[in-house]
């Protein structure tokens, strides 16, 4: 059973892929018709990942993953084809028609044929559902409602966050679900029932529950908290453990809320609990997400980097709050080591009175809590504040101190202009000479250097954590003489992984060493490549010339297997051919038998991506751009008469047949874009896909002027053309030389010379 085609057709037509693309990615202008942000499938420092709304597709210059609205759903949610097409026509209200291989119409598939991963979210939907239903009409309720009441929000704030109870009767929601149709493995499988030795039971009894959604607002697990002192489960607040749907390292609360409001303020509140998240947004900054049960960590940043387009000069804004006692302290400074791996500025702020969001807005109204967020103050300066705090200043010895423990911080900013803003602000601080402070940062800097730690204490210039850059246990430090885990001698460690000595310098452990090869089967030496030999496979070592290949395997060499059967399409051997098994190895000795050579019956055509810096490529690349996105300002009758062999790049020969094929610009005309970039790739062949996804979203010239555009377009097909002219005026001048009657094709061609030289230079 599958899904109609042209019902598919429909939900590709009717998706907004820019839409479906900002609940993951927030997406800023970048040339005409073309919006940028940073990649969802790839950590990066600067945006590659563009999206081309008129045309439908979507690629990234960095990871080179591209598709339609579909693939992306399909990519960012780990779902099928149908799954996809499914949650895309359930987000524009498409009700779906099913046929069967022969083409006629059934059914939607029956419950045993739907994935599990729709059949857990439904399930997390019916049971959020049933919760927010309890709290407002079971009994035992009581005590939710009143804790809700108790810290200042109304039903109408329980209703917007759909927070709710969880019946204290052991198999309430058990039995509720299965009345629902749902099969008990389900049940166990979403993390909502477990199985005991008298059946199922509920996971969440007497609790007060908070449904986790994602940015597109499914529910993906729960988080629970105590109210009932004889709860048998001690700990204050449970979770949905780990399931196919819930990852609590790839989930923020709240963020199904705050995303359109992170986008569009570049910002981001950090807090850490779901009334603090509440609090937050009644209170009027509606950017605040928290973790769930767990630290803030990369997999958290890399998504709050996407919602903020965390990008130089972006004005992007950072913001943790944490509760003033030890224990908030302590997760500030946890914070400061992710720090780096932001472009945006961060900050902290930490309420005076030691208050978190939800207690300082129930105790002192809604501004207080502005006011707290208002009154941030910057990660660093928080971090160098926290370190000489503790320090008695009022020696000399102090003094010393303070500035070997701080001189690290200030020499891990990566900003020249921030890390010589706070040089000078920690001269002031310990009240020392700016040169003094100065030697002392440089000094850092020269230590994090020779230990790898350029970007900060225990650091990579990315911001990764250096290996061994926290004390290891085992192994010699070579500079101290003692086990790591002991530091070098005579080395004081510090909160940041670094050895504070007594000359005053600083010392990381020494990074481990690399090693090749891969983890798992094999092993050192057990016949898998190590990742050196890997890397320059790749890069074309041995096969051509590096950094000739690109996705999809079509580059240099073999894109299939010696030992798979060639494609249909591949042509048969010559009859004098040997067959495949006589290309085998010669024999280990001396004697008769076959040279060792690799296999002719395999060989494609080498279709490398062209080097950026060859005119006529980045020519021919232009050309095929605009065929791609924009051909109704292409000159048709030139672009479809243009030869097969027209484009001398290999590539680009291929992504221009399949123009032909797919019926030229002519037939591109009547065509919606995405429509004619699906045709185009469906007459290519399956490895050039991603290329032409690739020039479907290429920024054109940036303006907004539709005539300049028209002009760029017809100027790059009659440039192509001409090109095209003059070639074969050099062979008809050859043929010429050589005694052949060509003159009257050549006064054909030089009048069509001057025709396109003169429709170029004026575009028209």
Known sequence: MRIRREDVEAVRERSRIDEVISEHVSLRPAGIGSLKGLCPFHDEKSPSFNVRPTVGF????????????????????????AEAVERLAARIGMELRYEDDDGKDGKRPGRGDVNLRRRL???????????????????????????????????AAAELFGVGFAPRGGEVLTRHLLGRGFTAEELVAAGLAGQGRRGLYDRFRGRLIWPIRDVTGDTLGFGARRLYDDDTIEAKYLNTPETALYKKSHVLYGVDLAKREIAKSHQVVVVEGYTDVMACHLAGEPTAVATCGTAFAADHIRIVRRLIGDERNSGGRVIFTFDGDAAGQKAALKAFEDDQRFVSQTYVSIAPSGMDPCELRQRQGNEAVKELIAGRRPMFEFKIQSIIEDVDLTTVEGGARALRLAAPVVAGIRDEVIRRGYLVKLAGMLGMDDDLVRQAVVRAQRDLRASGGQAGPGRRPDGERQPGGEAQRGGDDRRGGNRRGAGPAGGVQQPDGSWLMPDGSYILPPPEPSRGGWKGKGGKGGGNWGERDRKRWNNGEGKTAPGTNFPGGYGAGPSWSDHEPPPDDMPPPPDDEPPHDAYDHAPASGGAGPTAQAPRRYQPPKLERPDPRNRIAAVEREALECMLQVPRLVPSLE??????????TPLYRVIHEAIRGAGGIAVAVGMTPSAWVALVQDFAPDPVVPMITELAVAPLPSTDDDLALARYAAGMILHIAEEQV???????????????????RVLELETLKRTLSERKHGAT
């Open 726 to 744: 003059r070639r074969e005026l050099a062979g008809l001048t050859a043929a010429w030389q050589r005694g052949e009657d060509v003159g009257l």
């Open 121 to 155: 979210l439904e399930a997390n939907r019916a049971a959020a559902q049933y919760f927010a239903e309890q709290l407002g009409t079971s009994p035992d309720a009581s005590i939710g409602r009143q804790f809700l009441v108790d810290r200042g929000f109304d039903q």
């Open 58 to 81: 979507y690629h990234c210059f960095g990871c080179q993953k591209g598709g339609d609205v579909i693939s992306f759903v399909q990519e960012i949610d780990h779902l099928s084809f």
């Open 639 to 648: 672009s479809d008469a243009l030869p097969d062999d027209t484009f001398q």
